[in-house]
C-alpha cells in the first residue's frame, strides 16, 4: 500500500520514525510521545503494511488478530471513511481511504465493505483513546 502522512504533530513524529529507524533524533522524539515499548511493533507494522497491495491482502493474512484493519465505529455517512489499526496491542493508528491523486477521500455512505480497493492510506492520527462510539 502507498502511505502517505498528515503535517499533525503526532504522525510526523510517527512517520519520520517509521521511514528512518537509524536517525537517533526520530527515535527519541518517538519514544518521548509513544513510549519505547512501540517503537519496534510500529516499525514492524509499517513494514507490513507497505509489504502488501491493499488493506484486503493485509487483513487475508492478519485479519484473525489484533493486527486487522477496522472501520471506526461512529462515523456519520457524510464523513470521510476511516480505518484503524493497533500498533502492537494498545495504541490505534487511524487513517483514510485515499481514492486518487489528488487527495479525495472516500466516504462512508460509498462504502461497499471492499478493502481490496483500498490500496494508497492517509494516515491522520496515532492515538491511544479509545474512540469507539
Known sequence: MVIEYSNSKEVKCYRDFVLNPSDRGASRAFSKTFGAQLMEPAKKLHDRLVQYKSAGAYNAKFGSTDNRIEIRQGCANKDPLI????????????FNHQIDDLGTLFLKKDWKGDF??????????????????
Open 83 to 94: 480505518f484503524k489499526v493497533r500498533i502492537g496491542r494498545g495504541p490505534r493508528k487511524f
Open 116 to 133: 481490496n480497493s483500498v490500496t494508497t492510506i492517509y494516515v491522520i492520527d496515532i492515538t491511544n483513546h479509545n474512540y469507539n462510539i
